[in-house]
Structures are given as structure tokens and as C-alpha cells.
């Protein structure tokens, strides 16, 4: 009795794990170590700006070259928009291209950005591009502020139209922004906020030059008529935290803590992010999850969540599922790019001036999942463009699972070349109603071949 009723046990837990497994969405991003993430709603889609850790550091410490974007209508698969602005798109920075933070006005986005300055020092640029995802260029050819601890900037346009940055570390600074978004109010000039236990919260661990729990990474937003500041919090390692005013410019009240210190492989700072996004609160933040994550290869991921009845933001618990739910559905009848990824082991993301940003370095045995797939009455074709040096690779298009129901094949044929492309196409079986699609390859070699878009067709 006590074997089988220990037997039923562990067949319950493993069905438990995979269904969790099979759920999992954090860290959003799997291709490339993102970090400090910026989103940010238009035009019913949401863009992620986040900052890049590149996979091998230098000295140990971070190392963050550019600022990428992805995109999503759904919030549970994400678009890679590549490589969207490089410090050396700076022609005064030297380096650390850390976290920054996008917004539109006037049919421009803006993109306040810290970097480090050729000859040493702090500096806050800001970017400007005609299209949310790039390219962006130095609007002034100068910083827009420096000095010592600018990092991290924030950006806010208020209901009547001022605009707000504040940023800083271990200090926190503001300026009003004039309308053009590339200069400030100089009468007002830089304000420094009091931070103490009452505004910013208490820091047990006590540290020259910091008075509060404040750390970095403010994120300012505005909801039903108050005024939000999160923030990483307490030192290293970094939990997040948030203050409350009745103004833009406070006097701000300590909150309460909305996250705790990630226990993640060394990720010892977070970065906080929100947005509503169709009538639903999200928190983004960064972790270490990937499997070859450290404190210096960070990873972007997302938790919803509701605020309490009296304005106030929940403790809110880090996990593997983040996001379940989709906002909306797939449609695959139309254009999708394949580096529209919910899940995906294996492989990376390049850009080529012909196609735009494609997905590459296809190993035997990698995939991608595609949430949320709505295929109303079903589909019976199945069409992807792809380039291929060599010939004897397959994707396998499966629902449900990595190992779920075989849709059909398709046998990628040699094109000539990893940068030649063409349109193939397989017959598949009918699926009917809302599925996760799983795109399996095959093949006996590294570097199969290059995918760039899919398509099904009724």
C-alpha cells in the first residue's frame, strides 16, 4: 500500500513539473541575455527596450555594447527587432550601454540612454528614431546631462503635456523636459530628490553617500491620479520597492517592498518595468534564469499582477510561468517572422539588410514555441522562407508540445547558400482551434540553415 500510494505521489509531482515545464515563459527572451527592461505601450503593441549582456564579459564585470527591442501584441510571444541603437552611435561615448528608457511624442520616439564618456564620466544621451524599433541617432550630438551617478533615466509626459526624467545612482535627479524632449527647463534646473527613510524607505545596510533604501533603476509612471516610483532597493543584492506621491515631483511616501532579492544564480540587481496593457498590470524585472546566466548575464522576465483596491502594488513573487495567458491570439495565415519566439532552445538572431532579422545557429534537436496559435477551421499547407548551404534538414511543425501531435514535415531543400533565400513548402494535417506550435528541426549537422518568416495556408 505504501509503494503505490508513494508511486501515485511521484506520477502527480512529475505531472505537476511538466504541465509547469510546459507553461514556462520566464526569462521572456532566450536568444540573447537582455536586461533592464524599458516597455513601453503604442499603438495597441507593446515594445520592449532592454539593454544587452553580452555572453562573454570582460574583466568579469558588465559588459553592454547596444540597446535591442522586441515587440509583442500578446504578451506571451515576443518579435526580435535586433540591435536598435550602439554606444559608438554616440560619437562622445566610450562605452556601458546600460538602461535606458523610450517614449513618444509628436510622431518621434525618444530614447534616453546612459553611457560613459570618452575622457571619463557619466552621461545621459538621448536617441531619436522615426520608427519605435530604429534606427535611432544622436539627437544633439552632445550629452544631455553629466555628471557623476547618471545612469538609469526614466521618462514621463504627464496629462497636460510636461514631461519628466528623473534618474540617478545613489542620488535621485529630475528635470522638466521642454517640448522638443531634447533640452530641459534651466530656470527649474536639475532637482535632487530628499531621499530618506520616510520618501525612499529604510536601508539596514548602510553605505556612504546613501541615506534611503533607494539604489537605481527608477521607473515613474502615473495611475488614477498618483504618482509611482519603483525602484531597485537595499543594497546588493537588489530587492524592488516603491514610493507614492500626490505630484510629479513629490513630496514622495515610502510604499512597501514589490519584490524580493532574486536567490538566481548570482543575479544580484533587478531592474523594474510597468505597463497596462489591455486592462491588464505587468511587471518586468530581470533575473539570471537562462542556463548559462550569472549577475552579469541577466534576463529579462514579466509577472502580472492586480494593485489592491487601495492603489498599492502586492508583493509580487518571482516565477518560471510569468505570463499564461495571452492577450490575444496568433493568426497564422498572415506573415509571421520567425523570431516571433514564446519559447525557443538554441538559437540566436542576426539581421541582414535584405531580410531584416531572421533566426539563426539551427542545431539537431533546437525548436520554437509559438504561442497561442488560432487556426479556426484548420490549416492543410505550411510555408516558411529559409536559406540552406546544405541539404537533409527538417522542420517538424508539432502542437502542444516539443514531442505533441506531427502536423507534417518540411524537408529543407539546399538553396544555394545560408544568405539565399526562398519560399518552401509542406502539406500538413488539419488542426482545428487554439494550439502552441512547435517548430522542431532535424538534421545531422550544426548551422542547418537560416529561417526568416512562416506562414500556413487554409
Known amino acids: 500500500m505504501q509503494k503505490t500510494k508513494t508511486k501515485l505521489i511521484l506520477v502527480i509531482s512529475l505531472s505537476v513539473m511538466i504541465r509547469v515545464l510546459?507553461?514556462?515563459?520566464?526569462?521572456?527572451?532566450?536568444?540573447?541575455?537582455?536586461?533592464?527592461?524599458?516597455?513601453?505601450?503604442?499603438?495597441?503593441?507593446?515594445?520592449?527596450?532592454?539593454?544587452?549582456?553580452?555572453?562573454?564579459?570582460?574583466?568579469?564585470?558588465?559588459?553592454?555594447?547596444?540597446?535591442?527591442?522586441?515587440?509583442?501584441?500578446?504578451?506571451?510571444?515576443?518579435?526580435?527587432?535586433?540591435?536598435?541603437?550602439?554606444y559608438k552611435d554616440f560619437s562622445w561615448s566610450r562605452g556601458d550601454a546600460w538602461a535606458g528608457q523610450c517614449v513618444y511624442r509628436n510622431g518621434k520616439y525618444y530614447f534616453y540612454v546612459p553611457v560613459n564618456q570618452k575622457g571619463g564620466g557619466n552621461a545621459i544621451g538621448v536617441a531619436v528614431s522615426d520608427s519605435p524599433t530604429g534606427p535611432f541617432k544622436d539627437a544633439i550630438g552632445e550629452p544631455l546631462l553629466i555628471g557623476y551617478g547618471y545612469i538609469d533615466p526614466t521618462v514621463f509626459i504627464d496629462d497636460d503635456g510636461q514631461a519628466y526624467l528623473y534618474w540617478g545612482n545613489p542620488n535621485l535627479w529630475y528635470v522638466k523636459l521642454n517640448e522638443d524632449m531634447v533640452s530641459y527647463d534651466k530656470e527649474v534646473g536639475i532637482v535632487q530628490e530628499p531621499l530618506n527613510d520616510e520618501t525612499f524607505g529604510y536601508r539596514s545596510k548602510k553605505i556612504q553617500n546613501r541615506t534611503a533604501a533607494y539604489e537605481e533603476g527608477p521607473w515613474f509612471f502615473k495611475r488614477n491620479s498618483k504618482y509611482y516610483m519603483l525602484y531597485p532597493a537595499g543594497g546588493v543584492s537588489e530587492h524592488l520597492a516603491y514610493s507614492i506621491s500626490n505630484g510629479p515631483t513629490g513630496p514622495w511616501v515610502y510604499g512597501d517592498t514589490i519584490m524580493h532579492v532574486i536567490q538566481n544564480k548570482g543575479a544580484f540587481t533587478n531592474h523594474p518595468g510597468y505597463i497596462d496593457f489591455k486592462g491588464k498590470s505587468y511587471l518586468f524585472y530581470h533575473n539570471a534564469g537562462l542556463p548559462d546566466g550569472t549577475g552579469f548575464r541577466r534576463s529579462v522576465c514579466i509577472e502580472p499582477f492586480e494593485f489592491n483596491a487601495d492603489g498599492s502594488i502586492p508583493l509580487i513573487t518571482p516565477t518560471k510561468e510569468g505570463v499564461t495567458e495571452s492577450a490575444s491570439n496568433l493568426n497564422p495565415y498572415a506573415r509571421v517572422e520567425a523570431e516571433t519566439i514564446g519559447w525557443s532552445e538554441g538559437q540566436k538572431t542576426l539581421g541582414s539588410d535584405e531580410v531584416g532579422v531572421y533566426v539563426t545557429k539551427i542545431d539537431n534537436g533546437d525548436y520554437i514555441k509559438v504561442s497561442s496559435v488560432d487556426f479556426e477551421k484548420g490549416a492543410t499547407k505550411f510555408e516558411a522562407s529559409v536559406a540552406a548551404a546544405t541539404p537533409g534538414a527538417k522542420i517538424e511543425i508539432r502542437i502542444d508540445a516539443k514531442d505533441g501531435e506531427l502536423l507534417g514535415t518540411l524537408d529543407v531543400k539546399n538553396t544555394g547558400g545560408n544568405q539565399n533565400w526562398e519560399t518552401q513548402s509542406c502539406s500538413i494535417k488539419k488542426a482545428k482551434g487554439v494550439h502552441d506550435v512547435y517548430f522542431v528541426f532535424k538534421g545531422s549537422t550544426n548551422d542547418l540553415f537560416n529561417f526568416d518568416w512562416w506562414k500556413m495556408k487554409k
Open 22 to 86: 510546459g507553461y514556462a515563459q520566464n526569462p521572456i527572451i532566450q536568444t540573447y541575455h537582455t536586461a533592464d527592461p524599458a516597455p513601453m505601450v503604442h499603438d495597441g503593441t507593446v515594445y520592449l527596450y532592454t539593454t544587452h549582456d553580452e555572453d562573454s564579459t570582460v574583466n568579469n564585470f558588465f559588459t553592454m555594447n547596444d540597446w535591442r527591442c522586441y515587440s509583442s501584441t500578446d504578451m506571451v510571444n515576443w518579435t526580435d527587432h535586433g540591435a536598435i541603437l550602439h
